[in-house]
Structures are given as C-alpha cells and as structure tokens.
C-alpha cells in the first residue's frame, strides 16, 4: 500500500483524476428528451447538481481508493480494511494539511449482498481512536470510538438500508447506512514519535469481515449490479445525470425529497435511468451548462459562509452531521464536500484556523516570531487531546527542521507551563532556547497557517464555539 494513499482523501475533493472512462450499467430504458423551456431545465439542472454534487465527489474517492488499480491513491478492494502505519512528515508532499496526530485506517465497504462488521479491541489505556462513517452522501452516520462507544472491545454491524436481519450474538450495535457504498474512516492517536510502535499495535486489532464470516454461516448470493466507475467529465458536464442515476439505487431516499425527484425526473434523473448526453440538442445540453455552472457557483460562494473568524480564527459549524442534521441543507452539504470532503462532526473534532495574527496581518516568519498564550482558564477544553500544526503557504505542507518536529499538542512530551497554570508555544523560524524547544512549533520562513484540533472536544468548547486566543507577535 502507498504510504501517502489514505490521507489522500482532502486532495481528492480539489483535484480531477485522470481516470479511465466508466461503462455505465446495463441500460433500464432510454432517457426521453425533456420537453421544458431552456429557463427550466438550467433551474432543474442546478438544483439537481447542487444535491447530487457530494455524492458524486465521495463517488470519485472511493472509485480511486478500491476500484481502479492503477490510481495512486489506490488501497484496497471493497471490504479490505488498510492500515496506514506511518506518521506525515515534511517528506509526503501528495495531499495538502497532512495530519501528524494520528495514523488512518480506511474500508471502503459495500453492504449490498450483507452487512460488514467492524471489531475493535479494547482499550485501557484510553487512547484516542474513531472511526468516522461515512454514506455515499457524505454523512456522518454514526461513529465507532473512544467518544461514541467507549473503551471496550466491540462488534459493530454496518449494515445498508434494505438489510431485513436481526443482530447476532457477540454484536454491539447494528448501525444503518443510509446507503450501500460509503467510507470507514479511521484515525488512532499517537502520543508522540516515541509512541508510534504502540499505536501501531493497537491499531492492528481493528477487524473488518463479513456478517457471514463473523456468525461463520454461509454467505448469501454476491451483488449482481455492478458498481458504476467514474470519469472527470462526470463532474463538471451534463453526464453527470449518468452517474448520478447508477448511484441512485444504492442509497435511501427520504420521503420529503419525493417531490424534488419528481422535477429531477423532468430531465431524465431517476434511479438506474440510462442518460446519454450525446443526445441532447444543443439548446438541452447549453440550459444544463448553465445551470452546473450556476451550482458550481453557488457552492463556491457557500464555502465562503462554513463559518465567522474571531480572534482571528476561521470557526466552522453545521457543515458535517448525519442526515437529521443535514436534512434539507443541500447547498451546506455540497460546500462542505467542497471545503473539505468527508469533515468530523463537531462533536468529535474541532478545527479552527488562522493565518493572521491579532492586528490581521498575514502570519509570515520571516517576519516575526510569534507567540500563542492560553490563560489558565483559556487552555483548549477537551477530552481527548488537543495539537496546533504549522503549514508553509501557499503549498499547505509541513516544513523541515532540526527537530523534526511537526506539531505541539497536549501529547507533547516535556511540555511546559507556566507557574501560573498558563501555556505559551512558540510560534518562530529559529529555536526559542534549549530550555523551551518543547513549547516550539517550528515556523516557515515565509506565510504560514496554523491549525489547532481538537479531538472530541467538551461540550463548552461547543455551545457556543470557543475561540482561541490570537496569535500575537512577540515582544
């Protein structure tokens, strides 16, 4: 497995794969030329891209991650659990904002013949762990970890929407997809370089089977639908009404969405439609360039909304959850996808940013040194741990230095406070003194940004969103 391939999954929301075109599934019936003024079918088109965009964004990812081989964010198959059992450092250059927290683990599942189990180990030592679940829409349906389910050893089903059974003995939970094809994310903390091995360790007791291997019965008749590939043109043309309608069996659609899909189906969208877009007329095909160009728009300008600065930090909120959550939010769904695809819920990760400091001038090391202070009372509020990471701009990636160091974090062995209960890291190109090396958040000799996460952070830190204090410039 590459070492960079599952953290690739933020690069994949903002690149075009040069991926092999797909062959579509076997066609249901033709898709009819819609008889609608060029004003309805751009009005239709745009709502419709503006739903159907995170669907087709998570449809790109788990496509490069198990279906086509020679992608180089290829992991594994369906149904495979990976680990990636490597720390980023300044060396891994493929994705932007690489974590140096914790190491990923990744199933890509596919629940449509049975439901796939996920084991854990137990965990006395209370390290920090999640594995975010994600459905073809990009919710966050649930999750399985140190916030959501504890410290003991557990079964978890993953089991899709149509799934008629009932929980076997030894299972936890069964958890609902709200579709058959989506995303186990997984992240296991890792308490400094020094801890790695252990991390390592507990991260190979993880498990993903079958529901058949688990209860050791005979597996039930594999899916006979093919899973639809993918194409760039399907991003960004009118096929991507193709793509959309072979994804559409594969997940549940709400009641109250009903209505909408009665006007999507005015231009050929319905599940397991065939749509060929070599046959619209030009008049058709120049009314749906429009309104994708109108969606692209309006997600782009959304993205722009995910949250206020204060103190100089970038807070966002109500932009990942589950389908409640999410429930009629499309727009907010598309640019969440958009910002950054497949973001924790606020519940179990926080993740201010900044790239000023506290007058609102550009973070910049050549310039300054800086200094990030917490007050006693002011000190990141969480329950599992919290870290700041510094990334050179405009390439968004960690920098060399001396101490191959990365990240300050709660972790962050040796770290001092003040005799009052406070904290100061420092924020500086150059070292700030032996003496104060543990508090030293190497900086880029040019702009930079700083992120802070926050994992599983306490409900104060919530309701409403705490800032953290500004980045001052040093005395």
Not at 152 to 162: F, H, K, L, S
């Amino acid at each position: 497995m590459k070492n960079f391939a599952l953290v690739l999954i933020i690069a994949l929301a903002a690149t075009t794969l040069g991926c092999p075109a797909s062959t579509p599934d076997e066609p249901v019936k033709e898709a009819e030329a819609p008889s609608l003024s060029a004003e309805e079918i751009t009005s239709i088109t745009e709502e419709a891209y503006i739903y159907a965009y995170p669907m087709l964004d998570h449809h790109k990812t788990i496509f490069a991650f198990s279906m086509w081989k020679d992608s180089p964010a290829y992991v594994a198959p369906f149904n495979v659990l990976a680990n990636l059992e490597k720390l980023n450092d300044h060396t891994d250059t493929e994705v932007i904002r690489p974590n140096n927290d914790t190491l990923y683990s990744s199933l890509v599942f596919d629940v449509r013949a049975e439901p796939m189990v996920i084991s854990v180990p137990a965990n006395p030592d209370k390290r920090y762990y999640s594995f975010q679940l994600i459905d073809a829409f990009t919710h966050n349906f649930d999750y399985i970890g140190s916030r959501a389910t504890g410290f003991e050893a557990g079964n978890y089903v993953i089991a899709g929407p149509n799934w008629k059974g009932e929980a076997p003995k030894g299972v936890n939970k069964v958890i609902r997809s709200n579709s058959d094809l989506g995303l186990a994310l997984g992240r296991t903390q890792v308490r400094g370089p020094d801890d790695l091995q252990n991390a390592i360790t507990f991260m190979k007791g993880y498990k993903a089977q079958t529901l058949s291997a688990f209860t050791q019965t005979e597996a039930p008749p594999a899916a006979t639908s093919k899973v639809p590939g993918f194409a760039p043109e399907m991003l960004s043309t009118p096929s991507f009404i193709a793509l959309f309608n072979q994804l559409l069996p594969h997940v549940e659609m709400t009641d109250d969405e009903k209505p909408m899909f009665e006007r999507f189906a005015k231009i050929g969208i319905a599940p397991g439609k065939a749509f060929d877009a070599s046959t619209l007329s030009d008049e058709e095909r120049a009314a749906m360039e429009k309104g994708i160009a109108n969606a692209k728009a309006k997600i782009e300008e959304e993205t722009m909304k995910l949250g206020e600065r204060k103190n100089g930090w970038m807070l966002v909120s109500d932009t990942f959850g589950t389908r409640d959550d999410m429930r009629g939010r499309y727009l907010r769904r598309a640019a969440g996808a958009k910002f950054g695809i497949y973001g924790n819920t606020l519940e179990e990760a926080y993740y201010p940013e900044t790239n000023v400091d506290e007058t609102g001038a550009a973070l910049d090391g050549s310039k300054h040194n800086y200094i990030l202070h917490f007050e006693k009372d002011e000190l990141p509020q969480v329950n599992a741990f919290w870290s700041f990471t510094m990334y050179k701009l405009p390439e968004q990636l960690f920098i060399d230095n001396p101490l191959k160091k990365y990240v300050v974090s709660s972790a962050t062995k040796g770290l001092k406070f003040n005799k009052d209960g406070s904290l100061d890291i420092y924020i500086q190109k150059n070292s700030p003194g032996k003496s104060k090396e543990a508090n030293w958040l190497p900086a880029h000799d040019g702009p930079f940004s700083l992120q802070s996460r926050l994992y599983w952070p306490k409900p104060e830190t919530l309701d409403p969103l705490r800032p953290l204090p500004p980045v001052k410039v040093a005395k």
